[in-house]
Each structure stands twice: as structure tokens, then as C-alpha cells.
């Protein structure tokens, strides 16, 4: 066997860091910090209420259902919350509770109903006594009407819940009465990021599991380089030996809740970051994506997709409090990962890879091969998250040290308390008014 060295590669790091570092660019503080919000069970119960019941939360895309009379059903074990998303006559997305005016009974379910499902439908029909909805939430239909009692039908339509649309992402807000628009909670990373052919991206790959871990340690681990050096390099870059293994340094920013990160591997576009294995050479497609694949219009990139405008950019990462992360890459796809928790040391993982149609089997057998190799990716952290939870929990340190490439680690864990600090504070002051 002919022995292939690995390209050398150029190690300077291309971002320039700000005066002070990145960290304290933002404001933050470079102290060590406590992962008490991880595991602790009383943090958790304020946590779901101060964070998600206050947030704008992705549940899908446009595309989901482009059709009037498309559904799904999203589950939300969060808030312990079932929801329909529907595609009205008028073409407008709503968002209801998936139960029946009735006697409460979850609306739309298939053979389980703790699964979710998607299909088209001119009505909703209840499996218990066949009450019908329309897909804007009226109900249209009582079974046996005459045996009530002088019933309104329009006072038991389905309960609506805050629904708005971004660049094709549907967002809900299980807060009645929410305090701020989806415009006003995206703030700069909706305007950073609008014009992106988001909506060209309709061809979808998905992992779904159950991590015993904390949702936010996840969310930390694809937040930072730092750990890549050493957790993935089997994977990405088994060859190198130098400091970086291939990586170039990182770019942030901090946008109130919200964040950006942004890389630049200058082998990665050409599948040099390491030699090419002959799967990926007979399909043109690894970790990083397609290298032929279907292109991007030929016009300039929003601000955010590419922040430096750097020439060897790779990847941007868009962190949307508190739990949705887009990553937009420069070989022309998507990847989404969502973060629902349901315990203090639990919570689904969500992961989406989105692509533009294949155009031939060769494509489509490339796009396969590398999300296959991101659900590999995903299930080194998903081990070691695990085992982070198990000593966490010990307490036998109290606190950590964060180095400047964890400052989005650091931000992100500071705006969830502050959240639930707020939040404790409105509860004190509601608990001595007179």
C-alpha cells in the first residue's frame, strides 16, 4: 500500500481577534463558570417557563407543507405541548393545540399518539365522538349537534397559538400574549441573513434521538471548535498532527440573545483536510457536502452567510435563542439542530441536513453519503455529552475554566440565567403584592 501524505496546509489563523480577545469583546466576564444550570432539577422547572414559554420556537419549514390543507403535528415535550401546523385555504401557516373542543382528546394522531405525522386534509376529524375542523381551526362539524344543549359551535374552534414565518422557518410562541414580534426576537439575525435561498433547500435528511444529557451541553458542543482538535479528528483530519488539524480559527459575533460563528478550513471545499476516502472520491461528497453539487444562484451572499468575507469561509453557524441553530455551508446546504428538553438530564435532538433536489442518482447517493457522515459526526458528541452529565452531576468541582474560542459557550449559558433570574424576580414580586 502506497503511503498518502496529507497536504500540508497553511496554519495562520485567518480571523482577526478582536483587541482583548473575543470574550470580552462582548462584554462577558472570563471567570470560571458553573454548570449548576445543567443539573440541577429546580433550575430546570423555572428554565422551561423563563426560556421556552417566553421564546419564539422553531417547530419546521414552509416547505413541510406547500400545498393548502398540508399539516403536521409537532410534539413539544418542553411544555408539554402537541401542536398542528397547517397550511389554511388561504394559504396563511397557522399553528393550533392539538386537542379536541370536545372532551380533550388529541385531535390528529395516526397509530400512536405520542408520534407525530404529517398528510393533507380538507378537515380535522376527531377519533373519539368525529368532531371536524377546518385547517383554520373553525369547527365545521358536531356529531349528533341536536343532543347538546343550545351549543355555539363558534365558541369551539381549535385554540390558536402565535404562529410567524422567517425565510421559510415557522416559529411558534407558546405564550398567549407574546411580549415581542418574531421580527422584534430575531432582531440583527434576521435582517443579517435575509435573501438567502433558503427556500431552494427542500430535499431532507433526519436524525432524531435521545441524549441523557442536558439540553445546553449539547448545545455548548457545537458551539466551539476547541473540542474538534481532538474529539473528531479521526474524522476529519486522522493524518494531521499540527495544533489546528486543519481548522483555521473561528469568527463571533454576539447579537443580544443571540450569535454567530463563523470558520474558515481552506481544504475543506476540495476534500483535502484529509485524503479523500473512495467512497467520497466515486460520489464528489464528504462531511462538508457536495463538491458538484446543484449551485447557488449566481448573486452575492447576505452579510451573515459569510461574515469576513473571508475566501476560504466554510461555514457559518446561526445560534437563535434558546434552542435552534442553522449552519449554512459554503458547498450549498443546510444543517438545523434543535434542543427539546424533558428533564433536567434528558432531552430529543433533532438534526436536519437540507439540500436542493438531486438532479440524478449521483447526487442523491452523495447528499445520502454525507449525512451519513454528519451522523457520525454527531454521535462522538452525543457519547461524550453523556459521560459530561455523569460527572457533572457529582459536583465535584463547582465551577470551569472557558478559553476565548468557548465564548459563545459562555454567552449563552449567561443569557439563560439572566432569564431565569428575571423570572424568579417577577415571582417574588407577584408572591408580596397585595
Same mark, same amino acid.
Request: with cysteine.
Given at each position: 500500500?502506497?503511503?498518502?501524505?496529507?497536504?500540508?496546509?497553511?496554519?495562520?489563523?485567518?480571523?482577526?481577534?478582536?483587541?482583548?480577545?473575543?470574550?470580552?469583546?462582548?462584554?462577558?466576564?472570563?471567570? *470560571? #463558570?458553573?454548570?449548576?444550570?445543567?443539573?440541577?432539577?429546580?433550575?430546570?422547572? &423555572?428554565?422551561?417557563?423563563?426560556?421556552?414559554?417566553?421564546?419564539?420556537?422553531?417547530?419546521?419549514?414552509?416547505?413541510?407543507?406547500?400545498?393548502? /390543507?398540508? $399539516?403536521?403535528?409537532?410534539?413539544?415535550?418542553? &411544555?408539554?405541548?402537541?401542536?398542528?401546523?397547517?397550511?389554511?385555504?388561504?394559504?396563511?401557516?397557522?399553528?393550533?393545540?392539538?386537542?379536541?373542543?370536545?372532551?380533550?382528546?388529541? &385531535?390528529?394522531?395516526?397509530?400512536?399518539?405520542?408520534?407525530?405525522?404529517? /398528510?393533507?386534509?380538507?378537515?380535522?376529524?376527531?377519533? =373519539?365522538?368525529?368532531?371536524?375542523?377546518?385547517?383554520?381551526?373553525?369547527?365545521?362539524?358536531?356529531?349528533? @349537534?341536536?343532543?347538546?344543549?343550545?351549543?355555539?359551535?363558534?365558541? $369551539?374552534?381549535?385554540?390558536?397559538?402565535?404562529?410567524?414565518?422567517?425565510?421559510?422557518?415557522?416559529?411558534?410562541?407558546?405564550?398567549? %400574549?407574546?411580549?415581542?414580534?418574531?421580527?422584534?426576537? &430575531?432582531?440583527? #439575525?434576521?435582517? /443579517?441573513?435575509?435573501? $438567502?435561498?433558503?427556500?431552494?433547500?427542500?430535499?431532507?435528511?433526519?436524525?432524531?434521538?435521545?441524549?441523557?444529557?442536558?439540553?445546553?451541553?449539547?448545545? *455548548?458542543?457545537?458551539?466551539?471548535?476547541?473540542?474538534?482538535?481532538?474529539?473528531?479528528?479521526?474524522?476529519?483530519?486522522?493524518?494531521?498532527?499540527?495544533?489546528?488539524?486543519?481548522?483555521?480559527?473561528?469568527?463571533?459575533?454576539?447579537?443580544?440573545?443571540?450569535?454567530?460563528?463563523?470558520?474558515?478550513?481552506?481544504?475543506?471545499? !476540495? %476534500?483535502?483536510?484529509?485524503?479523500?476516502?473512495?467512497?467520497?472520491?466515486?460520489?464528489?461528497?464528504?462531511?462538508?457536502? !457536495?463538491?458538484?453539487?446543484?449551485?447557488?444562484?449566481?448573486?452575492?451572499?447576505?452579510?451573515?452567510?459569510?461574515?469576513?468575507?473571508?475566501?476560504?469561509?466554510?461555514?457559518?453557524?446561526?445560534? #437563535?435563542?434558546? %434552542?435552534?441553530?442553522?449552519?449554512?455551508? @459554503?458547498?450549498?446546504?443546510?444543517?438545523?439542530?434543535? =434542543?427539546?428538553?424533558?428533564?433536567?438530564?434528558?432531552?430529543?435532538?433533532?438534526?436536519?441536513?437540507?439540500?436542493?433536489?438531486?438532479?440524478?442518482?449521483?447526487?442523491?447517493?452523495?447528499?445520502?453519503?454525507?449525512?451519513?457522515?454528519?451522523?457520525?459526526?454527531?454521535?462522538? *458528541?452525543?457519547?461524550?455529552?453523556?459521560?459530561?452529565?455523569?460527572?457533572?452531576?457529582?459536583?465535584?468541582?463547582?465551577?470551569?475554566?472557558?478559553?476565548?474560542?468557548?465564548?459563545?459557550?459562555?454567552?449563552?449559558?449567561?443569557? #439563560?440565567?439572566?432569564?431565569?433570574?428575571?423570572?424568579?424576580?417577577?415571582?417574588? /414580586?407577584?408572591?408580596?403584592?397585595?
Amino acid at each position: 500500500m502506497t503511503n498518502v501524505e496529507a497536504p500540508k496546509r497553511d496554519t495562520r489563523m485567518p480571523f482577526e481577534v478582536p483587541a482583548g480577545g473575543w470574550t470580552r469583546n462582548a462584554g462577558l466576564g472570563t471567570e *470560571d #463558570i458553573s454548570f449548576e444550570d445543567s443539573i440541577s432539577p429546580e433550575f430546570f422547572e &423555572l428554565e422551561r417557563e423563563a426560556v421556552f414559554r417566553r421564546s419564539w420556537l422553531h417547530v419546521g419549514r414552509t416547505t413541510q407543507i406547500p400545498q393548502p /390543507g398540508d $399539516y403536521f403535528t409537532k410534539e413539544i415535550p418542553t &411544555l408539554s405541548a402537541s401542536l398542528i401546523i397547517a397550511r389554511g385555504d388561504d394559504g396563511v401557516v397557522r399553528a393550533f393545540h392539538n386537542i379536541c373542543s370536545h372532551r380533550g382528546n388529541k &385531535l390528529v394522531w395516526n397509530d400512536h399518539p405520542g408520534l407525530e405525522v404529517c /398528510g393533507h386534509a380538507k378537515r380535522f376529524t376527531c377519533k =373519539y365522538h368525529n368532531w371536524q375542523y377546518d385547517t383554520a381551526g373553525t369547527c365545521r362539524q358536531v356529531n349528533m @349537534k341536536g343532543w347538546f344543549f343550545d351549543l355555539d359551535m363558534s365558541r $369551539y374552534g381549535l385554540v390558536e397559538v402565535p404562529c410567524d414565518v422567517w425565510e421559510s422557518f415557522i416559529f411558534v410562541n407558546l405564550n398567549t %400574549n407574546p411580549r415581542e414580534t418574531l421580527t422584534e426576537f &430575531l432582531g440583527e #439575525i434576521a435582517t /443579517g441573513i435575509s435573501g $438567502y435561498p433558503f427556500e431552494l433547500m427542500t430535499q431532507m435528511y433526519r436524525f432524531r434521538t435521545e441524549i441523557n444529557a442536558n439540553w445546553k451541553l449539547f448545545e *455548548d458542543a457545537f458551539q466551539e471548535q476547541y473540542h474538534g482538535n481532538s474529539l473528531h479528528h479521526k474524522l476529519i483530519d486522522e493524518r494531521s498532527t499540527g495544533p489546528l488539524r486543519g481548522a483555521q480559527g473561528s469568527y463571533f459575533e454576539i447579537l443580544g440573545r443571540h450569535s454567530v460563528w463563523s470558520t474558515a478550513v481552506p481544504a475543506a471545499a !476540495q %476534500n483535502l483536510v484529509r485524503p479523500p476516502r473512495p467512497m467520497e472520491r466515486i460520489f464528489e461528497a464528504s462531511l462538508w457536502g !457536495q463538491l458538484d453539487g446543484p449551485g447557488l444562484p449566481d448573486a452575492p451572499l447576505p452579510r451573515l452567510a459569510n461574515p469576513t468575507n473571508h475566501p476560504d469561509w466554510t461555514s457559518t453557524m446561526l445560534h #437563535i435563542y434558546p %434552542n435552534f441553530e442553522i449552519i449554512v455551508w @459554503k458547498t450549498g446546504y443546510l444543517t438545523t439542530y434543535t =434542543y427539546w428538553p424533558t428533564a433536567v438530564d434528558h432531552h430529543i435532538y433533532d438534526a436536519r441536513l437540507y439540500y436542493q433536489p438531486p438532479r440524478h442518482a449521483t447526487d442523491r447517493l452523495g447528499q445520502e453519503l454525507s449525512a451519513v457522515e454528519f451522523k457520525e459526526f454527531c454521535l462522538q *458528541d452525543a457519547n461524550t455529552l453523556e459521560a459530561t452529565q455523569s460527572m457533572l452531576r457529582t459536583r465535584v468541582r463547582s465551577t470551569f475554566p472557558l478559553c476565548d474560542e468557548e465564548v459563545q459557550v459562555r454567552h449563552n449559558h449567561k443569557e #439563560i440565567g439572566d432569564a431565569v433570574a428575571a423570572y424568579k424576580a417577577e415571582l417574588q /414580586g407577584q408572591a408580596v403584592a397585595p
